[in-house]
């Protein structure tokens, strides 16, 4: 980005943002004002902020370069989008509403004990921690190749700004910025889709190139439970939306900001409907850059280039995006996609922060005595921001040297604690006879399932008893461990008790 045009709408923007995520100090002088703002929201601006979360760095970078590497299969997971919001407003909205507690845990422990509470506040705070470094990590790789800047120090300020407007602004600053960043997010997906359109060789010769190579393709719909086909991953996306609505504090946070349990329901389906078309426009800005990069091969060699230029080499496809930034858009219009894709991740990076600060106040220090005054929950709420905001920044250092596509990265770290958390959740919320005895046993035969599927790849592990199905369905089958573990051992015990 060598013009300084492109340079000033970025840090204009930065800038403004930064500033209007501050401007909400005054609204965040509370421990219940930091985390639920008050519940004074319209459901609208929480839904927006639910559609930009979802609008992370992972979907501007990740989407096209799976896209572009491959096809549209992981698109079937923005499709399962509207069912898990229509579980998840129907039954899930309600009962956390009701319950008037601000953790997404606090209900476990009355179910099942403190060791459920703990077990699931740790598995939550992990998937924070993966969230934010892919994170950070897919908006460092985008301004890399655009700036030049180092990846390195791209994480240190993404880190360092989004931290910065949380811990001053709270949830507010945190969703009314999400607002505003949903926007400029989405118009960068029209620009670049309207660039590729318009420009040399066209639209239509894109489209029919990818069509030729079959590019649309979501997957074949065989039953095959081994590759990433259609059906493995439309269950890989119900069961991770409904961790993502039913217990991921991330959203039950914000089913609290909203006026009222009805404004909650719309936020909900707000968000969902909102990203299925505006993942699709990601997943086409993908196949139109094959097609693009196929009419002039030349180019693929300087993606190459690039991808390599990182250090240990990343995936391709991660930098076709980047690479037509940073080459072929008018001036101004580069600072702006940059500017987009800043938001992609500050847009969700803000919530994991607020969110872990939140479970950190509720979950352990309130546990244990602490923070029984104002000024205690604060201190807590704010010196938690800065603590998690420095671990996610050291996670996206690390897996900067991972060279998978960084959507992948994200799915194989999320489905692991996903299916960790839910099936815990489903066992206590429809199994109401089940007890402390069969959650115990459920989680712990699920938790050895969850670690013997993660293992699949080790050198160590014996081809006979190697996990042989596809990755993305660990959070499948590690949620129905737990549940159906635990559901029969409630059998046992109530036919023993008879």
Request: with cysteine; charged share 10%; aromatic share 12%.
């Amino acid at each position: 980005m060598n013009s300084p045009i492109d340079s000033l709408v970025l840090f204009v923007y930065l800038a403004a943002v930064v500033g209007f995520g501050c401007w909400f100090a005054k609204r965040s002088r509370t421990a219940n004002e930091f985390m639920a703002a008050g519940g004074r929201l319209p459901g609208w601006a929480v839904g927006l902020s639910l559609f930009g979360t979802y609008l992370s760095s992972n979907t501007f970078i990740g989407n096209p370069g799976k896209a572009f590497g491959d096809n549209w299969n992981f698109f079937v997971f923005s499709l399962t989008l509207p069912i898990g919001a229509w579980i998840a407003s129907k039954w899930f909205v309600p009962f956390y509403r009701k319950s008037g507690e601000i953790s997404a845990y606090h209900h476990l422990e009355k179910r099942f004990g403190p060791w459920a509470r703990i077990y699931t506040v740790v598995c939550y705070l992990l998937t924070q921690i993966s969230r934010s470094g892919t994170i950070m990590l897919g908006v460092s790789i985008g301004m890399h190749a655009v700036t030049g800047w180092s990846i390195q120090g791209i994480i240190l300020a993404t880190g360092i700004l989004v931290t910065i407007y949380t811990l001053v602004g709270g949830i507010e600053a945190v969703i009314w910025t999400d607002v505003i960043q949903s926007l400029v997010l989405s118009l960068g997906a029209v620009i670049v889709i309207g660039l590729l359109i318009l420009g040399d060789p066209g639209g239509s010769a894109l489209v029919e190139a990818a069509r030729a190579e079959d590019k649309f393709s979501l997957g074949t719909f065989s039953l095959d439970l081994t590759q990433s086909s259609f059906w493995v991953v439309f269950l890989f996306g119900i069961f991770i939306n409904l961790t993502n609505f039913g217990i991921d504090q991330n959203y039950i946070q914000r089913y609290h900001t909203a006026k009222s349990e009805g404004e909650a329901r719309q936020s909900l389906w707000l968000g969902a409907i909102a990203y299925v078309p505006v993942s699709g426009m990601f997943f086409l800005i993908g196949t139109l850059l094959w097609g693009f990069y196929q009419a002039n091969p030349s180019e693929m060699t300087a993606i190459q280039t690039m991808a390599e230029g990182v250090g240990k080499a990343k995936a391709v496809s991660d930098f076709a995006l980047p690479h037509f930034m940073a080459n072929h858009l008018p001036t101004g219009v580069g600072g702006l996609l940059v500017a987009a894709l800043f938001a992609a991740a500050m847009s969700t990076i803000d919530t994991s922060l607020n969110s872990s600060a939140t479970i950190t106040l509720r979950d352990i220090f309130r546990k244990i005595g602490y923070g029984s005054d104002e000024a205690a929950q604060m201190r807590v709420l704010r010196h938690s921001t800065i603590f998690w905001g420095v671990i996610g920044t050291g996670v996206a250092l690390f897996l900067s040297y991972d060279k998978r596509n960084i959507l992948q990265i994200w799915w194989d770290l999320s489905g692991v604690f996903a299916g960790a958390m839910l099936g815990l959740f489903l066992l206590g919320m429809i199994c109401r006879k089940a007890d402390n005895v069969a959650a115990i046993i459920g989680v712990t035969v699920g938790v050895i399932a969850i670690f013997w599927m993660g293992s699949a790849n080790a050198s160590w592990m014996p081809d006979l008893i190697r996990y042989p199905l596809n990755g993305l369905l660990k959070t499948v089958f590690g949620t129905l461990t737990i549940f159906l573990v635990g559901m029969a051992v409630t059998k046992v015990r109530s036919k023993g008790e008879a």
